[in-house]
């Protein structure tokens, strides 16, 4: 917490090291590490690409997981709860799988990554990066990425730019033959940027007025929660309402049965969260941090306001906090409410015997416990006296009380808490294949990516049908159309002034590959420009974006560019502003 934020005051108690986290710091680091119990791929492809762009030693295949890289990678995990990362991330997921191909296109040709990237199924989700974008054919790219469950393995996202859907090996060691392969399309797929992390700022801290973004982490087994909010009612089968969105964590698991976790951002009003079975939930509303567990003995509502959650199920236990200050409670008709400077604990015994009590920044963090069935006691209520060491209070159905101080800890004081059976983060990461496996099927991978490619031919085309201005026209000629090819073959392709020229401009070039003569890799790479071109124009190389022209003087100019060249090219003209 302090390598991300600082040792201020919103983060640390006080000055001295080691820091003690504040109330509301440490319910942040709970949140961050119910989240870790689903994996950490998001941190591993973040710290990946962060590395690479620093160019930091040694190389990142050589590190153990241990010490201050493992702090490392739990770090760029937690990075995904930031609110100009969340806000990013939601961004993106709005625009099209080819708006998203494009960006990484675009991107990838600095040489470093600026984005991970993220895909969906009903059932979970997972992050990946992103190293470069190939084109099988015009209409469909090969988005090529590092995957964390597959170090070292040919894996990538196929992207259709006709139908916009895309496809990724989630589970299969043959990503091309996998029979259960994740299939989605627009909204199921995201991209974020790295910026974003680096720039992104405490979400806990700063002044806490105005409009503020409430974010939830639900964890279930089961698809039976739903959120409501002012925008609408979103749920694990309704990911989007107005501006609330919920999808699954990058990170979570797609195998039936196995706790699921989600991400809901968005509302900035009261929130009404509904569950039938056993629920981990945990957020910030801009003013406070709070969470709850249910048993899933009871159909279950919580209501989250900006300053406190309550509810009516004796079988929740909830939490808020706000700075330092910190209550728990558990009973009839539970509220919890902060003021900033105190919250206010409301809740009543299972007799309806009610029950108040207070805690601010002077009294410590209390626990107030009226659920039933605790064998005579009506309620106890636990204030943590010392770091290590509480005093309970016990009340019985006849207003006894009796107080006992002991060694102890609450639970809202640590960083981490025990889930609730059913939603233990299981040993193995489900729907995988064993390591060995995955370790052998890298292999394999490797051997066929070394193998020699021999190198043929492909035809450059153009295609002018987007061109509609007469070809007389002064936008239609004059200008200078330039085709740069290098094959290694020495050829080359006169420049146009027309276009009815560069229609028939095409050629035949030698592809990427392996000469058969030299036995040396060569790689095809081409460039087209056009220039003093008296109207607005676009140029496209393939399945890549569109080039807007830019304007110098009372001209137009743009060019596209191919790397790697495979299979054929077309290489399309538009006298529109496509983009």
């Known amino acids: 917490m302090v390598a991300m934020f600082g040792n201020g005051a919103e983060i640390c108690t006080s000055t001295s090291s080691p820091c003690t986290l504040t109330a509301e710091a440490a319910a942040w680091a709970r949140m961050v590490n119910q989240a870790r119990s689903s994996g950490h791929c998001e941190g591993l492809a973040v710290l990946s690409a962060s590395r690479f762009q620093e160019k930091s030693t040694p190389a990142t295949f050589s590190l153990q997981n241990s010490g201050d890289t493992t702090h490392a990678i739990i770090r760029a995990f937690a990075t995904q709860f930031l609110n100009e990362t969340t806000n990013a991330t939601k961004a993106w997921a709005k625009q099209s799988p080819s708006d998203i191909v494009a960006a990484l296109s675009a991107s990838l040709k600095t040489g470093k990554p600026e984005f991970s990237l993220g895909v969906y199924t009903d059932g979970g989700g997972h992050a990946i990066l992103p190293y470069a974008v190939e084109w099988p054919s015009e209409k469909v790219a090969k988005v090529k990425v590092y995957d964390s469950n597959w170090p070292g393995g040919d894996r990538y996202v196929t992207v259709d730019l006709e139908s916009q859907e895309w496809t990724f090996s989630f589970s299969g060691k043959d ?3 996998d029979p259960n392969i994740w299939k989605g399309g627009k909204g199921d797929i995201d991209i974020t940027p790295l910026s974003s992390r680096v720039t992104g700022t405490c979400p806990f801290c700063g002044e806490k007025s105005g409009v503020q973004k409430t974010l939830l982490l639900i964890r279930s087994a089961s698809s039976d929660w739903e959120v409501e909010t002012p925008d609408g009612t979103v749920s694990a089968t309704n990911n989007s309402a107005g501006e609330t969105t919920a999808q699954p964590l990058r990170s979570a698991s797609t195998t039936p049965g196995a706790p699921v976790d989600y991400l809901v951002y968005g509302t900035t009003g009261k929130t009404k969260i509904t569950s039938k079975s056993v629920v981990a939930v945990a957020g910030f509303t801009g003013s406070v941090g709070f969470q709850y567990t249910t048993t899933g003995k009871n159909d279950t509502t919580v209501d989250v306001s900006a300053s406190g959650i309550s509810t009516d199920d004796p079988t929740v236990t909830a939490t808020l906090a706000d700075g330092n200050i ?59 006296s010392a770091p290590n060491e509480i005093t309970v209070k016990s009340v019985d159905d006849a207003g006894n009380e009796t107080e006992v101080t002991k060694k102890g800890q609450l639970d809202s004081t640590k960083t981490s808490n025990e889930l609730p059976q059913g939603l233990e983060a299981p040993a193995v990461k489900p729907g995988l294949p064993s390591v060995a496996v995955r370790i052998a099927a890298a292999k394999a991978s490797a051997r066929s990516n070394n193998a020699v490619s021999t190198r043929g031919n492909a035809d450059i085309s153009f295609d002018t049908s987007g061109w509609t201005i007469s070809k007389t026209a002064s936008g239609s000629k004059g200008f200078q159309a330039n085709l740069v090819v290098n094959d290694g073959s020495g050829s080359s392709i006169p420049a146009c002034t027309d276009i009815s020229c560069v229609a028939g401009m095409s050629t035949s070039i030698l592809t990427s590959g392996t000469d058969a003569k030299t036995q040396k890799s060569i790689t095809t790479s081409m460039t087209f420009t056009m220039a003093n071109v008296q109207t607005a124009f676009s140029v496209k190389c393939g399945g890549a974006a569109w080039q807007v ?31």
Do not use: F, H, M, R
């Not at 100019?557 to 983009?579: E, F, G, P, Q």
């Open 175 to 177: 990503p091309a033959n």
């Open 326 to 384: 910190v209550a728990t409670a558990s009973g009839e008709n539970t509220s919890l409410t902060s003021t900033g400077e105190q919250i206010a604990v409301v809740t009543e015994t299972e007799s309806g015997q009610k029950v108040e009590a207070t805690a601010t920044a002077d009294t410590g963090a209390i626990a107030v416990d009226a659920s039933p069935d605790k064998s005579g006691v009506g309620y106890t209520i636990t204030t943590q």
């Open 549 to 579: 022209a830019a304007k110098s003087g009372a001209a137009y100019a743009a060019y596209c560019d191919a790397a790697d060249i495979t299979s054929d090219l077309t290489i399309y003209i538009s006298n529109s502003v496509n983009n």
